[in-house]
């Protein structure tokens, strides 16, 4: 595989990991009853779409714009992820909708899958460029994992979601 297959690649599975997680983030957010936690989930909706804007920028220089637009524009699944679950009822002995501690729980565990396999695409890698494009995209994913984890935690032991101040909102 050529070297601009690779960043192709990792720009393809970056923009499908990004829309795969803002839809599930926006239906963990429909299916959650606490104003609160709907506003986390929103929250880390809209943080995917700025993670596009972030991706463009580093990706703009490597593809050029109309490539990028292409590929981000386009409804193809550029690879099977399933990271993120398409419909959080189907997660097997979870209730989303009457447990939040379940829906915060699935994005934990998907943000780590998230992490997990950028990893083990990173191991694979040797251009530079995109080793540090899959740096940013791992931290980016380290973040959402923190939020949501100290959100389960403080949900854990206080019955309460954490005020919004924390996300910077």
Same mark, same amino acid.
């Not at 599975?13 to 599930?24: L, N, P, R, V």
């Not at 714009?65 to 981000?72: L, Y």
């Given at each position: 595989?050529?070297?601009?297959?690779?960043?192709?690649?990792?720009?393809?599975?970056?923009?499908?990991? &990004? =829309?795969?997680?803002? %839809?599930?983030? @926006?239906?963990?957010?429909?299916?959650?009853?606490?104003?609160?936690? +709907?506003? !986390?989930?929103?929250?880390?909706?809209?943080?995917?779409?700025?993670?596009?804007?972030?991706?463009?920028?580093?990706?703009?220089?490597?593809?050029?714009?109309?490539?990028? &637009? =292409?590929?981000?524009? %386009?409804?193809? @699944?550029?690879?099977?992820?399933?990271?993120?679950?398409?419909?959080? +009822?189907? !997660?097997?002995?979870?209730?989303?909708?009457?447990?939040?501690?379940?829906a915060l729980r699935?994005?934990?565990?998907?943000?780590?899958?998230?992490?997990?396999?950028?990893?083990?695409?990173?191991?694979?890698?040797?251009?530079?460029?995109?080793?540090?494009?899959?740096?940013?995209?791992?931290?980016?994913?380290?973040?959402?994992?923190?939020?949501?984890?100290?959100?389960?935690?403080?949900?854990?032991?206080?019955?309460?979601?954490?005020?919004?101040?924390?996300?910077?909102?």
């Open positions: 595989m050529s070297e601009l297959e690779n960043v192709k690649e990792a720009i393809q599975t970056a923009i499908q990991m &990004e =829309k795969d997680g803002y %839809s599930f983030y @926006k239906k963990a957010a429909a299916q959650t009853k606490s104003d609160l936690g +709907k506003s !986390v989930f929103n929250s880390i909706a809209d943080d995917e779409l700025i993670h596009l804007d972030i991706f463009q920028k580093m990706f703009n220089d490597i593809i050029g714009q109309d490539e990028w &637009e =292409k590929i981000v524009n %386009s409804s193809k @699944k550029y690879s099977k992820i399933d990271v993120f679950p398409k419909d959080l +009822k189907e !997660v097997e002995g979870a209730d989303p909708d009457t447990n939040e501690m379940d699935i994005a934990m565990d998907s943000e780590k899958e998230a992490i997990d396999y950028y990893l083990n695409i990173k191991e694979k890698l040797s251009d530079e460029k995109v080793i540090k494009i899959i740096d940013e995209i791992i931290e980016q994913e380290k973040n959402h994992y923190q939020i949501l984890e100290g959100e389960f935690n403080h949900l854990n032991t206080t019955g309460y979601w954490f005020d919004l101040d924390y996300l910077g909102t």
